[in-house]
């Protein structure tokens, strides 16, 4: 199978392609009942692996093992993969796309920031030079075979946001992201400088941009959704509650399946069972 053009095939359908942002395996599990593509965040990496902020902490080694756990039980999802800077080197960049590549992913996002680097949807963020972006963009592109590129910027200021959101749209990337989009009009604007490319948009509970449903974003010309944080949000509130409840109760856990509301050890193997023997796609021959 080729995951990146079975991902492309997806994108070029009609409608806005939403991919949901996994931090682990149990909420890529629980996912991958309600959709057919993920996303892994940065964000939620970095949350959940170090328990640390998006701030380049990521290592790429740590990424790949992920991507290959995921790829291993899920063989037949989208899965795009946030890279970041492509962990500073244009070589090394190169190197983790092909791993990648390799290790099932679909499809990479690489942005323009510049290191100390943040999540995009955070104040103090520093940009590449455009012409230093686009050459290890253009090494990243030469080093792929099937995998789908997003090209990204984090520019904030309209005039360079257009211009490097054009300069984009004329690489051979297959989509382009602005993230930290602030409007619609915005998007607009960044649909008419792209021409035909496909756009991508990133929603992320909290963000800079606007709250958006998928056809709301269909109207728009977006291509493809990521959702960043869903699942590692839903945690944080869901873990809060009960560790307050646990407490309350005076250490007696809650009734659960049949008798009562709550997840138990039944429910969790039951999940994690489905994990185990899904069929794999034949792999096609890599491309020369």
Not at 9 to 28: F, N, Q
Not at 106 to 114: A, C, M, P, T, Y
Not at 257 to 266: A, L
Request: glycine fraction near 10%; charge should be negative.
């Amino acid at each position: 199978m080729r995951y990146g053009q079975a991902l492309r095939d997806e994108i070029a359908a009609e409608g806005t392609t939403p991919l949901i942002g996994v931090h682990d395996m149990y909420s890529a599990s629980i996912a991958a009942a309600h959709y057919n593509g993920f996303f892994v965040s940065g964000f939620g990496f970095a949350a959940s692996y170090y328990g640390l902020p998006d701030i380049g902490f990521i290592a790429w080694p740590d990424m790949a093992a992920f991507v290959e756990r995921l790829r291993g039980a899920f063989p037949r999802h989208h899965l795009l993969v946030d890279i970041d800077d492509g962990y500073v080197d244009p070589e090394v960049a190169c190197h983790v796309v092909r791993r990648l590549e390799r290790s099932g992913a679909s499809g990479v996002i690489l942005e323009d920031q510049k290191r100390p680097r943040r999540c995009g949807h955070a104040d103090g963020k520093l940009l590449l030079p455009l012409e230093e972006y686009l050459e290890k963009l253009h090494q990243v592109l030469a080093a792929r075979g099937d995998l789908l590129v997003v090209a990204r910027t984090d520019a904030t200021e309209e005039d360079d946001i257009l211009r490097r959101a054009a300069a984009l749209a004329e690489t051979d990337a297959d989509v382009v992201l602005v993230d930290g989009v602030r409007s619609v009009d915005r998007i607009h604007r960044i649909r008419q400088v792209t021409g035909g490319k496909p756009l991508l948009f990133n929603q992320i509970a909290g963000g800079k941009s606007p709250r958006l449903s998928l056809t709301e974003l269909t109207a728009l010309g977006i291509d493809v959704a990521i959702y960043s944080t869903p699942c590692l949000f839903a945690a944080h509130r869901a873990m809060e509650t009960a560790m307050a409840e646990l407490k309350y109760a005076d250490g007696r856990l809650p009734a659960t399946g049949d008798s009562g509301g709550e997840i138990g050890v039944k429910e969790a193997t039951e999940l994690l069972t489905r994990n185990i023997g899904r069929p794999h796609p034949v792999p096609e021959p890599a491309l020369a």
